[in-house]
């Protein structure tokens, strides 16, 4: 079985300062690589590498050499973990050059979760219209670009093998180095791209269908978990709230609840909070779930009449169902943000900044209740657009574009991967290493199977 050499190594090359991987790039890739004419023309990163050898270990000339080196990378984000296909082509001087996502929004609706075979073959089908439309868009050809970024991890294995593949297929047929992203990590540092005054060290919430992350970020690659759920994710929470309400899922069921809520009287069911015995920052929305299906069986609420053929009384008992859940799940969120807030202040006390990302911070309320929990603490809320909340190629390339610049790649791939090729994907991922006070036995029975965080990783090979 051919071993899945290049991608064990990702994010293990020779690591910072820069200029060891601009030089480690020019000397060892060098013979074996040439680059494409048209990086060439474009000046980009490796053209500067191989144009100023000689002068590349002189560090006053490396300084402004990086300077300019940073503006020219042009990076393609593809991004397959869930059941968005997505691609996006950004410079690394922040510029979003294209953006493309293909939603299985379909097939939510029609199973009311993703189903990993089908998602599978929904990414194969769509994958190489998205990754076209995205270099298209940004009327570029894959000579053009300096590297390309893919999501190894967390995810559905199926699924991030489609792009995996793509992405390899790529780098391998056109000679580029290839960076293996972790999706979390992504949702998180996209916020830098939007705001480029968000310096380390900063805290992010990440939400969404799958994951709820509290992180505090030290360093780019260097997380502490401060909580993560021990169950189900908010955004989960969100889309069986809205199937068994008879909404329209189309748009996921996030933004349904959303939009119904507002109708509703929120202090009408009587929700408790999870976990409020438990003084962590974790989080559980499993049994707020069964409270919201117990009160819709209760209330003789019909999920196969859809919202809009309800009676006015049907209606009023749903729009007061899906508010009373929105309220009682952020106030879960709003009382783990608070103690986080203060743990995270105590490692950190220059900490300024929250970032709030994944699909579920696209809500309006979600935005507005945690801006008052991080204004009572002094910091401020950072959310992305909502384009950039959800899954999305572009957080997958600026990533990408980070750990490139500390030199976290890999080299290109060989043209043809062989067919017993074992892609190395990590489906069960964890961002950062746990923080001490932070553990809950609940979570420690779930650790089977779990891939070392990408922390540990990093730190691990900065130390070789
Ligand atoms: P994934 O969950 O696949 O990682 P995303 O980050 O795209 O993907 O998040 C999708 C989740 O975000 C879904 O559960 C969806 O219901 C939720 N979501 C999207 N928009 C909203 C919204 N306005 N309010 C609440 N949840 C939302
Ligand atoms: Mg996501």
Redesign the pocket.
């Known amino acids: 079985m051919a071993a899945s050499s290049t991608f064990c190594r990702l994010n293990f090359l020779p690591k910072p300062p820069l200029f060891r991987a601009l030089n480690f790039y020019a000397h060892q890739f060098r013979p074996k690589w040439t680059l494409p004419n048209s990086s060439l023309h474009n000046n980009s990163l490796l053209a500067r590498v191989h144009s100023s050898r000689a002068s590349i270990l002189t560090s006053t000339k490396l300084c402004n050499q990086t300077q300019n080196v940073e503006d020219d990378l042009i990076v393609l984000g593809i991004e397959t ?4 296909t997505a691609a996006a082509v950004v410079r690394s001087n922040g510029e979003i050059l294209s953006q493309v996502v293909s939603s299985q929004a379909d097939l939510l609706a029609k199973y009311g979760g993703v189903a990993p075979k089908m998602a599978e073959e929904a990414h194969s089908q769509a994958i190489d219209q998205v990754v076209q439309e995205a270099l298209d868009k940004a009327s570029l050809t894959e000579k053009d670009l300096s590297a390309v970024a893919v999501t190894i991890g967390p995810g559905l294995s199926l699924c991030l093998r489609v792009g995996v593949q793509k992405a390899r297929r790529i780098a391998g047929g056109f000679n580029l180095p290839i960076i293996g992203i972790h ?1 979390m990590e992504a ?1 998180a540092l996209v916020a830098r791209l939007i705001e480029r005054d968000l310096q380390f060290p900063f805290m992010a919430l990440l939400i ?4 709820n992350l509290l992180i505090l970020a030290r360093d780019l690659g260097q997380y502490i978990q401060l909580g993560t759920t021990i169950d189900d ?1 908010i ?2 929470a ?2 069986k709230t809205a199937k068994w309400l008879g909404l329209d899922m189309r748009r ?4 349904a ?2 939009e119904l809520a507002r109708e509703g009287n929120a202090e009408s069911v009587n929700f408790s909070i999870p976990m409020k015995q438990h003084k962590d920052c974790n989080f559980s929305y499993a049994g707020l779930k069964t409270q919201v299906r117990l009160a819709i069986e209760s209330k003789k609420i019909d999920a196969k009449i859809p919202i809009s053929s309800a009676s006015a009384e049907d209606r009023v008992s749903r729009a007061d169902i899906a508010a009373s859940f929105q309220r009682v799940a952020v106030l879960h969120l709003e009382e783990r943000c608070q103690r986080a807030i203060q743990w995270a202040l105590k490692m950190e006390p220059s900490i300024r900044y929250l970032v709030v990302s ?3 911070a ?2 309006q309320y ?1 935005r507005a209740r945690l801006d008052m929990v991080v204004k009572k603490n002094g910091l401020q809320l950072l959310c992305p657009p ?1 384009r950039l ?3 999305n190629g572009v957080m997958i390339a600026w990533t990408g574009i980070e750990h490139f610049r500390m030199g976290r790649y890999d080299p290109p791939p060989p043209a043809e991967d062989p067919e017993d090729f074992v892609y190395d994907l990590r489906p069960r991922w964890p961002l950062g290493e746990e923080y001490a006070e932070g553990r809950s036995e609940a979570r420690s029975l779930r650790r089977a199977r779990i891939h070392p965080s990408l922390t540990s990783m990093i730190q691990a090979s900065l130390q070789q």
């Open positions: 973990s869930c059941d968005d999706h949702h969404s269908g799958g994951h994710a955004g989960e969100y889309d996921s069921g996030g933004p609840i959303e994944g699909g579920v696209s809500n979600v909502p909340c959800t899954d």
